[in-house]
């Protein structure tokens, strides 16, 4: 089986940060967003075709020179084609079926039986459905007694919604689902697409646990605290030389000797976090110095920014070589 992984989209809620880093390739609990969601992924998968669109070179680039357990294709847009027009651009050569999966979001499913229920309950799609408080950013399903997803709203009014189980961003296709999708225009398949499929059988995959879409910055850190506590942060403990609680996530080539640290934080490649300092739930980006005494808190700063000596940071997001 394949995976098409949506990768497009600008990140506009992840600004400044996205103006030069895709969201996909921001670093959070040891590596970048995309990363975990491929690690959902069932180790036979024959290929990953990565639907890309903004700074889709970006991506080509990362992939190339970190390879991933499967091949990796990156299909780009000339422009935006919205998660349809996205999937049928890619489309090309899929596996019948395939996972369809948001670069976007972490959760705890398990696509390995995700993809075993769908083979046992035939029909055109299988889609993971997350239980969450707050269904309006999401895609809402409602479901019979067999699982059978009856009605689907694609971000409905809190009056509107059917269940509170939202779509989270992982599925099971058939490639009837790619045949339907309209060539040559933007298409969201949510909301153009997906209803129509029902009549032919689509079901949920219900999984409980952890989830989150990362596609702002508090829940960026969110994802990131989930993933910490999920033991999916990758190397832990704190930077040698340094002291606090931790967990941080180490990423090759950063310093901090004399540092302290609070509770989830990634420090990418090449940062330096001076003696004195002090830093807690954040990510810090590539080449980010913290300088003496500073102190950041609840923050995402981007490549190369770089705090003050003694300067308080607390819940900022800041674009790549920024001055604080
Ligand atoms: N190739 C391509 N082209 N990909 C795109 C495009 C595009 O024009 N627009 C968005 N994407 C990608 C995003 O990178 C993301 O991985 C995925 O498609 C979904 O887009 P978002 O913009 O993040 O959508 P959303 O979060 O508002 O809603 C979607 O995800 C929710 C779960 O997080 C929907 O699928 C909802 O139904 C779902 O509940
Ligand atoms: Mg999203």
Redesign the pocket.
Same mark, same amino acid.
């Given at each position: 089986m394949k995976a098409l992984v /949506?990768? =497009? =989209?600008f990140g506009t809620r992840l600004r400044p940060v996205t103006y030069t880093v895709p969201k996909q390739l921001i670093p959070i609990a040891g590596k970048p967003l995309l990363y975990h969601v491929l690690d959902l992924l069932p180790d036979d998968v024959e290929e990953v075709v990565l639907?890309?669109?903004y700074k889709a070179d970006v991506i080509d680039g990362y992939v190339r020179t970190h390879p991933v357990r499967w091949p990796v294709r990156t299909v780009p847009?000339a422009e935006? /084609?919205?998660?349809g !027009?996205?999937m049928k651009n890619a489309g090309d050569g899929m596996s019948d079926p395939f996972f369809l999966l #948001?670069? *976007?979001?972490i959760a705890s499913a398990d696509l390995e039986a995700m993809r075993t229920a769908h083979a046992a309950r035939g029909g055109v799609g299988t889609m993971a459905l997350f239980e969450v408080e707050d269904t309006r950013?999401? =895609?809402v399903a409602a479901l019979d007694a067999q699982g059978r997803i009856t009605a689907f709203v694609?971000k409905p009014e809190p009056e509107d919604a059917p269940s509170r189980w939202? #779509?989270? !961003?992982l599925a099971v296709w058939s490639r009837t689902a790619l045949d339907a999708i309209p060539p040559g225009r933007p298409v969201s398949f949510?909301r153009e697409i997906v209803p129509g499929l029902l009549t032919q059988g689509v079901y949920g995959y219900r999984f409980t646990g952890y989830w989150d *879409?990362a =596609?702002t910055p508090d829940r960026l850190l969110n994802a990131q605290r989930l993933l910490f506590e999920a033991g999916r942060g990758g190397k832990l403990g704190i930077p040698r030389g340094a002291f606090g609680t931790g967990p941080v996530a180490t990423m090759d080539g950063s310093r901090a000797a004399g540092a302290s640290f609070g509770p989830n934080v990634t420090l990418a490649p090449g940062v330096t976090v001076e003696a004195g300092a002090h830093v807690a739930n954040s990510i810090l980006m590539d080449d980010v110095r913290v300088e003496r005494d500073a102190t950041v808190t609840d923050s995402i700063l981007g490549p190369r920014v770089r705090v003050r000596a003694g300067h308080r940071l607390v819940r900022q997001v800041l674009g790549d070589g920024a001055e604080a």
């Open positions: /949506l990768v =497009g =989209g639907a890309t669109g847009e935006p /084609l919205g998660t !027009g996205g #948001n670069s *976007d979001v950013p999401y =895609g694609e939202i #779509n989270a !961003g949510e *879409d =596609g």
